[in-house]
Each structure stands twice: as structure tokens, then as C-alpha cells.
């Protein structure tokens, strides 16, 4: 702590006598300045203790006193040493008596006692201190790091919040709380989302300040490079000292090692997950599993889903990628819940996952914001759980359902939609529509004449799976009629009704043609 006055007047060699101000001698002191002036606060920076020998003050005049000690209470200087025996040989009454009105220290100092020695004393008080401190703050520096060394991220932010004596908290690259000490301190750091937001939009390194009803909370981000890759949250009661203040460096810098060679050996993970997935993907599930080891034999012995990302439109340069925004929200979500997941970069703009199915990974992408999504033209594709022996068919399935998610311009769609629900809804597409209208153009312009309902007919006929009876009674005419209908639309189609797969194309033909499908 600085030193204070009442240090100053507990210094034996100084002897030091309190005249007036005796409540406030725990103010520490900046500095101790000498200065004649009858008004020397321009030159004051507040918390200096001024020594004077009243040479230039008519110290007996009361009115002149009271403007001279109200000015630099004003200034912040926190008391008055005056010399006796140099030009008064007591403090004159004047100056006491407002001193005492004002509860503004004021210290008699004998005339064997320098103004240098006081000086000297403060001097040597405040360079103790910032060695204490520095001192404390190397201290400080080892035990984080051994802490972080031997037990992780979370050891080391109990003792940074023991050495801070308030509260520490990490986040990740998301903005998400990845760990916080004291317990309690989770739910006040949640509370700071938004602020850590507006920190990941600023380039690392960069620091704020939030000041609240319940603490002063400062804010640091994690990174070396430009984009920042966490932030730590340190909340106290007052603003930090300097003991303190190394100790919170100490503790940016060694989370951003941490931080630094997670991505590293994140990197080398994604690598040798590619690798398994590229097995799996080429039948060969049993070598994968093999390379895969404790790493991630575990997500391959659960059912798991493959997903697959792509930017859909043009990415903004000024913003961060969307698909690596969506990658780095799954990591987060697969940290925090401890899962294991494989990430397959495919270039810059598309993305494969393999994530456990009904696990946090998965619920993250299929809560990730739709609006942002759409805005950020990102679509995504889900397969339904599969294993490593069908990986290949699941890498199919996440690409049917990327394709009709770009159609449909949905930012999710899941392979589970496709299978259950009907066909019809992907006959909206315009080149089946164009081949409908090619396959059926002259049916339609032989009805336009009046000389016959072929498409009606033809649509009954095959509603009714054939059946002559049961067609002709839905249309109101003869079977011998639908028959005749029937040869006519072979005729002028060039087609056999006997092959089914005429009768399936001509049925979907009609599907595409009756106007916009609903989902």
C-alpha cells in the first residue's frame, strides 16, 4: 500500500506533530512538494503533501487562509506540513483554525527536520511499495503458472481471483463462460456476454472496463494474432493495484499460450480427423477406427451424423468467414460439453462434421440462429445417425439435404425431412417443370381444340392404377370411350402405357404441372 501521513508522522527520525486533520491521516501520499507560491495548485496533481514555510502567506489572516486551504483541498492535495521556527515560530491561529473548520491535515514540522528528509521518506516509502509490488506480482506470475502448468485454465483462475480478491472468468472464442472462480462468479459473468462481443469485435490485443452496481469489471482478450480467440473477465471492488495488476497480465499472457497451442494442436487434430473420416468415407471403417484410437474411438462407437456447411452466396471481406463463424460455435459447444467432434475444412467455403447424434454439436448447429444464417448465406445438410461402415451412404445424405436446402433456401435441412415426408415437394424444381411441360406440351394443345380431355383423362386413368371401370365412372364417360382416349395419347405422345416407367413419368409429369407444391 502507499504510504500515508500517519505513516509519516509515526517516522521517528522525522517528528512530525498533528495539528489539525487527525481523521484523515490513512490518505496515502503521491508526493511530498515544497512551494512558496500564495497559489501553487496549477502546478498540483493531486496527493501530494506540500510543505511550506509560509514565506509568501499572511498565514495570520484568517480570509486568506480559509481561500488558501479550501484551493487545495479542491486541488486534492491531502495536507499541509508547515515549518516552525523559520518564519512564524508557531503555526499561526488563523491558518489552525481553518484547517480544523476544514478537517484538512495539517502537520508541524520542527526546524531541525529538512523538507528533504520528508521528501526522502515518502521517496523511499513509494519505491518499497512498487518493490513489494513488483515483487508480489512475480510471485504471483509463478504460482499461475505453475497452476496453469499442473492443473489448467480453471486452477488458474481461482488464484488470480484469490490474488485479485474478487472473481476471474474465461471465455471462449464464442463469448461463451468456459470456466469461472469462485462457483458463484458463472452467473455474473454470463451477465457480461454483450460486453465480451463488443471486445471480439475490436483486434487483439484489447482491454475494457464495465463498471456496474456490483463491481468494477475489467475485460482482456486472448490472442496473438488479429482475431481474438477468448477473453478473461476480473472483477473486484476497486480498481487494481499494481501487485495486482501484474498479476492480471501474468495471467492474459499465460491463457494466451494456452489458448495459442490448443489451436495448434487443434490443427493437428483436424488433420488426423480428416484422415479418419477419409477412411470411412472410402469403405475402409475398420483402419479408421484403428487411427482414430482413444482420440475419437469413442464418437465412432455411438451413432454419429455427418454434416456438411457451404457458403451459398458471397461472404462480406469485412466480416469473418460464415463458415468458419459456424465452425468455431460448434468447437465451443463441443468444449463445454466435453465431446468429442471431426472437422473436415473442404476449402474456404464448405465445411464436413462429424458429430455424436443427439449430442451438443449437433443441437448447436440446428439451434444456430436461422436469421444469421440466412443473412450470412450459409446452408447446412444433416445425415441421419449412422456408423462407420455407412459413412459413405451418410456423406450422401448430408448432400441430398444440402442440395434441397439451397433450393428451398433453408438453412438447415436433415435427411430425416426427405425420407418422411413425400417426393412431390421436390417436383417444384424449374427443370422438372420444364421437362413436364416438353413430356405433356402436346396433350394440352390437342385439348385446346375441344376435341377431347386427354390430360383429364390420362390423370383419372392413372390415379386409378389402370383400372378402366373405376376411370371411366370418375370421368362420366363409357370405358369404351377412355379406351379410345387412352390409344390417342399414345398415339400422339409416341409412348406405350404399358411400360411403368411411362406411367411414372407421365403421373410425375402431371404432379409438376398442377402448380406450386406445398411442403
Known amino acids: 500500500m502507499p504510504v500515508t501521513l500517519a505513516q509519516l508522522v509515526q517516522h521517528s527520525a522525522l517528528k512530525l506533530t498533528v495539528r489539525a486533520g487527525e481523521d484523515r491521516l490513512g490518505t496515502p501520499v503521491r508526493w511530498a512538494h515544497v512551494s512558496e507560491l500564495a497559489d501553487p495548485v496549477p502546478y498540483m496533481e493531486g496527493g501530494e503533501l506540500l510543505l511550506v514555510t509560509a514565506t509568501t502567506l499572511d498565514a ?11 484551493r487545495l483541498v479542491g486541488a486534492g492535495v491531502v495536507g499541509l506540513g508547515f515549518a516552525v521556527g523559520v518564519n512564524y515560530d508557531d503555526i499561526p491561529e488563523a491558518l489552525l483554525d481553518v484547517a480544523k473548520e476544514e478537517d484538512f491535515p495539517l502537520l508541524e514540522v520542527p526546524r531541525r527536520t529538512p523538507f528533504l528528509a ?18 508480489a506480482g512475480f510471485e504471483a506470475q509463478r504460482e499461475l503458472t505453475r497452476a496453469a502448468l499442473a492443473e489448467g485454465p480453471a486452477a488458474l483462475l481461482a488464484r488470480l481471483a484469490s490474488h485479485v480478491d474478487g472473481w476471474a472468468a474465461l471465455y471462449d472464442a464464442s463469448g461463451a463462460v468456459v470456466a469461472a472462480a469462485p462457483d458463484w462468479a458463472a452467473r455474473r459473468a454470463a451477465r457480461l456476454t454483450a460486453d465480451v462481443e463488443r471486445l471480439r469485435e475490436r483486434p487483439a490485443p484489447a482491454s475494457a472496463v464495465v463498471g456496474g452496481t456490483e463491481d468494477r469489471v475489467e475485460l482482456q482478450s486472448l490472442g496473438t494474432g488479429r482475431r481474438v480467440r477468448g477473453a ?5 471492488g476497486a480498481p487494481l493495484g499494481t501487485a495486482e495488476r501484474y498479476a492480471v497480465h501474468s495471467a492474459v499472457a499465460l491463457l494466451t499460450l494456452t489458448t495459442e497451442r490448443s489451436r495448434s494442436l487443434q490443427a493437428a487434430e483436424q488433420r488426423l480427423g480428416a484422415a479418419v473420416v477419409r477412411m470411412m468415407l472410402s469403405g475402409q471403417p475398420d483402419h479408421a477406427r484403428a487411427v482414430a484410437g482413444d482420440l475419437y474411438g469413442e464418437l465412432l462407437d455411438a451413432p454419429f451424423r455427418l454434416l456438411i456447411a457451404e457458403q451459398a452466396g458471397e461472404p462480406d471481406p469485412a466480416a469473418e468467414h460464415p463458415v468458419h463463424a459456424l465452425a468455431e460455435s460448434l468447437e465451443s459447444a463441443a468444449s463445454r460439453s466435453g465431446e468429442a ?13 462429424l458429430a455424436a447424434d443427439g449430442g451438443a454439436v449437433v443441437a448447436a448447429c440446428e439451434s444456430y440462429p436461422e ?9 447446412v445438410g444433416m445425415s441421419a445417425p449412422t456408423g462407420p461402415i455407412a459413412a459413405a451412404s451418410a456423406y450422401k445424405q448430408a448432400e441430398q439435404a444440402l442440395s434441397v436446402a439451397r433450393r428451398r433456401g433453408r438453412a438447415l435441412v436433415e435427411h430425416e425431412e426427405l425420407a418422411a415426408g413425400s417426393v412431390l415437394p421436390l417436383l417444384a424444381d424449374d427443370a422438372v417443370r420444364a421437362f413436364a411441360d416438353g413430356m405433356l406440351r402436346a396433350l394440352y394443345e390437342h385439348d385446346a381444340t375441344g376435341r377431347g380431355d386427354l390430360v383429364a383423362s390420362l390423370r383419372a386413368w392413372l390415379s386409378r392404377h389402370g383400372q378402366w371401370d373405376a376411370a371411366a365412372a370418375d370421368l ?4 369404351h370411350t377412355l379406351r379410345y382416349r387412352m390409344r390417342r395419347v399414345e398415339e400422339i405422345l409416341g409412348r406405350s402405357l404399358d411400360d ?12 409438376a404441372t398442377e402448380g406450386p407444391t406445398r411442403e
Open 60 to 70: 495570520a489572516d484568517h480570509e486568506a487562509m480559509r481561500r488558501y486551504v479550501r
Open 118 to 135: 520528508i521528501s526522502k521518506a515518502v521517496s523511499a516509502a513509494i519505491a518499497a511499495d512498487q518493490y513489494r509490488a513488483v515483487t
Open 500 to 511: 411403368p416407367d411411362v406411367r411414372m413419368e407421365l403421373w410425375l409429369a402431371l404432379k
Open 232 to 236: 478473461l473477465a476480473v472483477g473486484t
Open 341 to 353: 467432434m471431426l472437422t473436415v475444412p473442404e476449402g474456404d467455403d464448405r465445411l464436413v462434421v
Open 371 to 379: 436469421r444469421e444464417a440466412e443473412e450470412a448465406g450459409i446452408v
Open 476 to 479: 362420366g364417360v363409357h370405358r
